[in-house]
Every structure is written in C-alpha cells, then in structure tokens.
C-alpha cells in the first residue's frame, strides 16, 4: 500500500512538471492549402523572412507575436493568389530590408561591406606613410652626422699637422 502511494505521488508530480514545461502550452498553426506548391510556398517564405523582433530568427521559427502575424498574413495572402514576390515586396514595404535574410545591394549596405576593407586599406597606408617618413628622417639625420663627422676629423688632421 505504502509503494503504491509512492507511485501515485510520482505520477502527479511528473504530470504537473508537464503542465509548466512551456512546450505543453505552445500553439500550433494549422492552416489548410489548396494545394501542395502553394504549403511548399508557405513554408518557404516562413524560412526566408526574418522575423523583425527576433531579428535572428525566421517567422516560422519565432513564437513572437509579431511572427505569428507575419505568418497569418503570409497564408491569407497565399490564400488571395499573391505570388512569393509580391509576398516578399509587401514584407519589404512595410518592415525594411532588414526582413530578408538576403538584402540587395543599395548604397547604404555597399557601404556597409565597404567599410572594414576601407578601415583596413586606410591603416595599412598610414603605417607606410609614417614608416616612410621615419626612415627619411633617419636618412636626413645620418647625413648631418656624416658632415659633422668629416668636420671633426678635418679640424683632427689640422690640430695635428705639423
């Protein structure tokens, strides 16, 4: 009697672990197609938009609120004939580029994959400059010496003779 409490406490305890675990509570979106290219188109472009809250995560992998909205209004515009473009172009419009996981090339993300080579180019000629001009200075300095030097032996030779 006393083992068959135990075991009763046991599956009470493990049920109620099921119930807080957060997985048990997820929703999940069931949507119907008319057809399978258009489940397949669904399902694609749920991987290819990211998600602007999450930012790293694509709408079909967030549980952001947001993404489910993105993913609803994804299937009723699949739903309205909409074409993976045109779906892509309204995502674009309304959340930027940064929607895309691919953005195209505009002037402000050349730049942005211009600069650390840029940053690179300008430091590695400004450490050539600065060498170049170190080594011209020790150029000028050394041939100072070297008439300071002559002049000194010239005066030797002269103290010396005779």
């Not at 992998?61 to 739903?79: F, G, H, P, T």
Request: hydrophobic share 40%.
């Amino acid at each position: 009697m006393n083992r068959f409490n135990g075991l009763k406490a046991m599956c009470v305890a493990v049920f109620v672990m099921w119930l807080g675990h957060p997985l048990a509570w997820a929703n999940i979106d069931a949507y119907t197609f008319e057809s399978v290219d258009q489940e397949r188109t669904f399902h694609e472009l749920n991987k290819t938009l990211r998600c602007p809250k999450c930012q790293n995560n694509s709408i079909g992998d967030s549980n952001a609120e947001l993404a489910k909205d993105l993913r609803q209004k994804v299937y009723e515009m699949l739903q309205e004939g909409q074409s993976e473009d045109e779906i892509v172009d309204y995502m674009v419009a309304r959340y930027g580029n940064f929607v895309t996981y691919e953005p195209p090339l505009t002037p402000a993300t050349l730049i942005l994959w211009l600069a650390p080579a840029l940053a690179i180019l300008i430091g590695v000629a400004s450490v050539l400059y600065r060498s170049r001009g170190s080594r011209l200075a020790a150029a000028e300095i050394a041939e100072e010496e070297k008439q300071r030097l002559e002049r000194l032996l010239k005066d030797t030779d002269e103290d010396s003779a005779p």
